[in-house]
Structures are given as structure tokens and as C-alpha cells.
């Protein structure tokens, strides 16, 4: 069984086309469930869940957060939520694409414990990407896995990764380290990433200077977590 974990806030007009994407592109035979988590959307999201839930009888699940908690929250209740043997993440706003889900599941087979999407090509403004691109690189150095975007939400796991998981802060960035310092084996695939057409970025700079201090944490947690006197 598959899970697809997917934390929104304000999507209202991608959630649907996006459960109707992942359907199409799960392998044949392959059971598989959608778990949305509202993370306090002030638009009609929470109301095109219920609707989707309502329609889809099981395999489309609901949870809702009564105010903004942020992604790593989504994605920790998410996860904790999953019944999958493999979960997937991907971002709600229809900038993944689910046509790479074989792709993932075809490098687990080879024996990787997490896989991690690469937007080599990215279809965003450049005061984002010249700044991830930096914060890749210096999260690459810190937490010794070297990856070209640890941020990219579009992921799948193992269940053993994702139930070792305890996300809170920024530190839904850091998950490949985070995985990397538990022992689980990780890589990355290229995958196509899609302009935004609905809704606008939830991402600004204040969110990258979190995710520096959030980083300054795995460092320390990878040095000095067995040794805390040192």
C-alpha cells in the first residue's frame, strides 16, 4: 500500500485536479491512499476536502488544523496518520508531478531507503531558487548528505523513515538529514517540476532565515548528539 501525504494551506483550486493526477499515475493493482492535511487554510480547501471524502469513500482522508501550524506540523501528522508500506509527500499546488510515482518506487527497489525529487529545472522566481541553492549547498556541507535540493517536497519513503520522524519548525527542510543521521540510505532523482498556476508561494525570507538556524541544529545534533558533554 502506498500513502501520499500532502499538507496544503489555501489550495482550494488545486486539491482535486491533484488526488486525480496521483490515481491516474499509481501502478496498477497498487492500493493506495491520500491523506490532505489543512494547515488552517482560510479558503474553501477544508470544504473541497469534505467533498473529495465524502465522494471517494475510504481511500481519500481528511485532517484539518484549526489555525496556521506550518509544513513540518503538516507533515509529522501526516505521517503519523499513514498506513502505507511506502509514503509519498508532494506539495499541493500542482508544481510536482505524478507521473515520476513509478520512477520513486523503482529506485527503493534498488535498495534506497528515502528518495528525494531534484527540480533541476526549476519554474520559479529567482530570489527563491538562487537562495535554496545556497542553502543546498551548505546543508549538503553540514549534515554530510549530499544532495542538490533537500527541500523538495516531493519525497517518498520507506514507512520505518517516515515513522522515525519528529518534525517541528523548519525541520521539514532538513529530512534527508535528519533520515542520514539514523543510518537510512538516501538519494535523488531529477524530476519535472511545473510552473505555479493557482494561488501564490507560501515561502518568503523569513522562512530561509529559520531554516539556517534550524540548520546550525542538525550540525550540532550530528556532532555532538551521542557526546552532549563534549
Not at 473529495?52 to 485532517?63: A, T
Not at 506539495?91 to 523503482?106: A, C, V
Not at 520522524?165 to 539514523?182: K, Q, T, V, W, Y
Not at 493557482?198 to 540548520?215: H, W
Request: glycine letters at 8%.
Amino acid at each position: 500500500q502506498l500513502s501520499f501525504v500532502i499538507p496544503i494551506l489555501n489550495e482550494q483550486e488545486t486539491i482535486e485536479e491533484l488526488t486525480k493526477r496521483i490515481a491516474k499515475n499509481v501502478p496498477s493493482g497498487t492500493t493506495f491512499e491520500i491523506i490532505i492535511v489543512d494547515d488552517g487554510s482560510t479558503d474553501e480547501s477544508w470544504q473541497v476536502i469534505q467533498a473529495l471524502v465524502n465522494k471517494n469513500d475510504g481511500f481519500i482522508r481528511g485532517i484539518r488544523f484549526r489555525s496556521n501550524r506550518g509544513k513540518a506540523a503538516g507533515l509529522q501528522t501526516g505521517f503519523d496518520a499513514a498506513r502505507g508500506e511506502f509514503i509519498f509527500t508532494l506539495d499541493g499546488d500542482l508544481q510536482d508531478d505524478p507521473q515520476e510515482i513509478p520512477r520513486f518506487l523503482e529506485k527503493l527497489d534498488e535498495g534506497f531507503d528515502l528518495v528525494s525529487g531534484w527540480k533541476k529545472v526549476r519554474h520559479d522566481p529567482w530570489h527563491k531558487v538562487i537562495p535554496s541553492r545556497a542553502f543546498n549547498r551548505m546543508l549538503s556541507r553540514v549534515s554530510q548528505v549530499k544532495l542538490h535540493d533537500h527541500n523538495c517536497g516531493f519525497k517518498c519513503y520507506r514507512r520505518e523513515v517516515a515513522k522515525s520522524l519528529r518534525l517541528f519548525g523548519e525541520l521539514h527542510r532538513m529530512i534527508p538529514a535528519l533520515a542520514g543521521m539514523n543510518g537510512f540510505r538516501i538519494t535523488e532523482i531529477p524530476v519535472k517540476h511545473q510552473a505555479r498556476q493557482f494561488g501564490t508561494s507560501k515561502y518568503g525570507l523569513e522562512r530561509f532565515i529559520r531554516g539556517f538556524s534550524d540548520m546550525l541544529t542538525i550540525g550540532f545534533l550530528r556532532k555532538y548528539r551521542e557526546r552532549p558533554s563534549h
